[in-house]
C-alpha cells in the first residue's frame, strides 16, 4: 500500500468515526424537560402580563346590577388563553365576550405562558338585576297601634333589608325578617315599604292607615253626658 493510500484510508476512517458519533450523538438527544410540554404544571391564577377587566354596574355586597363585559389583555407572550362560563365549554378567548346570566357565574381561564406553564384560576362574577318582590300586610296589635309587616322574596341575591316610610318620610330599616314595623297613630296615611335584595336592586309598595276618627275634646264630653243622661233615663223610666 503506498503512502497516499495509507493516508487516504486514514482520512476516510476519521470521517466515518466523526459521522458515526454525530449520528449517535442526534438519537440520544434528551427529550425536553416534563416542565416545557404543555398541560404539565399548573399554577393557580393569572401569569404576570395578562390583565382581566370587568365592566358592569356595580351594586351592593360585590354583586353586579347589570350585564358585565369581560377583556382580557396581555403584555407577555402566550401561547394560548381559554374561557369557560360556568359549565360550558371551554373557548380560545378572541375578543372581548358579555356575561349576562343572573347568578354567582364562575369564570373560569386556562392560560399558557410563555414556557408552556399553564396558569388557571376562577373568577366568581355574581350578577343580578331584578328587584326583589315584595307585599306588605297589616294588624291590629293595640288601641291605635297596628304591625305593618313587608314579605320580600329575591330568586338570585335573596332579601336584605326593608325601609318604612309613613307619607314619604323615613321611619325605620329593618335588617332582619319578619321585616315588621309598628305604627301608633290616628288618621289616614301612606306607609310605604321600600325593599332591597342583597345586590342592591329595590321596588316598593304601599298600604293606607286605618283611618280612625276621634272627636275634638268637649266635643266627646258632650256624647259622654248625653249617654248618662239616657241611661239615666232609661233607668228612671224602669223605676216608675
Do not use: C
Not at 403584555?75 to 378572541?94: C, P, Q, S
Not at 300586610?137 to 341575591?157: C, G, I, L, Q
Not at 325578617?177 to 296615611?189: E, I, K, L, R
Request: aromatic share 10%; proline share 6%.
Amino acid at each position: 500500500m503506498t503512502t497516499r493510500s495509507f493516508r487516504k484510508g486514514i482520512a476516510v476512517s476519521i470521517i466515518l468515526l466523526f459521522l458515526g458519533v454525530t449520528a449517535a450523538a442526534a438519537t440520544q438527544t434528551p427529550a425536553p424537560a416534563p416542565h416545557l410540554l404543555p398541560g404539565k404544571v399548573r399554577t393557580s391564577q393569572i401569569p404576570p402580563g395578562v390583565h382581566i377587566f370587568f365592566n358592569g354596574t356595580h351594586g351592593a355586597h360585590d354583586w353586579y346590577i347589570s350585564n358585565v363585559t369581560v377583556t382580557i389583555t396581555n403584555d407577555t407572550i402566550v401561547h394560548y388563553i381559554l374561557i369557560r362560563i360556568n359549565d360550558g365549554k371551554w373557548n380560545f378567548y378572541k375578543e372581548p365576550f358579555n356575561i349576562t346570566t343572573e347568578d354567582i357565574n364562575t369564570l373560569s381561564t386556562d392560560i399558557s405562558d410563555v414556557n408552556y406553564t399553564e396558569w388557571m384560576d376562577n373568577i366568581t362574577v355574581p350578577i343580578d338585576r331584578t328587584p326583589p318582590d315584595v307585599t306588605i300586610t297589616k294588624r291590629h296589635v293595640a288601641s291605635h297601634e297596628y304591625k305593618f309587616t313587608a314579605v320580600v322574596s329575591d330568586a338570585t341575591s335573596k332579601a336584605w333589608r326593608v325601609e318604612y316610610y309613613l307619607d314619604n318620610q323615613f321611619q325605620k330599616n329593618v335588617t332582619t325578617a319578619p321585616y315588621s314595623w309598628t305604627w301608633t297613630g290616628t288618621g289616614d296615611h301612606v306607609v310605604t315599604a321600600k325593599a332591597f335584595d342583597q345586590a342592591g336592586n329595590s321596588a316598593t309598595t304601599s298600604l293606607h292607615t286605618p283611618y280612625v276618627y276621634h272627636p275634638d275634646p268637649g266635643a266627646r264630653l258632650h256624647l259622654i253626658l248625653q249617654l248618662i243622661m239616657r241611661m239615666l233615663a232609661n233607668l228612671g223610666n224602669r223605676l216608675i
